[in-house]
């Protein structure tokens, strides 16, 4: 796979002048069509990776009636971790949130030895 379009039309350029393809404009037309089908395959790929953590997310709060479905096929996870909460003059206990384009999500955490 080759990034830099210029440094495609100077190895088609070099292959040209050594006579191994007679037609340049044929090549960078076919060039062109696989970039964007890469590109494509490189996005539907993303677009899985996110679903699959979106799912994995849901499968976390199955035991548990939310009345918001994570899975959303416009929703995507930012970034999710674990914080302090320090609001209502209470004791700062720990949460873990989850930071969707459209949503936060807070939760109480649990540590993985408590399951």
Known sequence: RIDD???????????????????LSSFKQA??????????IDYT???REE????VKIQSVFKFIKISLPIVQPHRIIVKQGRLIKCWNDNQPSEVHVFLFNDIILVTNYVSPSKN
């Open 5 to 23: 379009d210029n440094n495609s039309i100077v190895c088609l350029s070099y292959l040209k002048e050594k006579h191994y393809i007679p037609d």
């Open 31 to 40: 060039l062109k069509a696989i970039s964007l089908v890469a590109r494509h």
């Open 45 to 47: 790929k993303k677009q």
């Open 51 to 54: 679903m699959k953590e979106l």
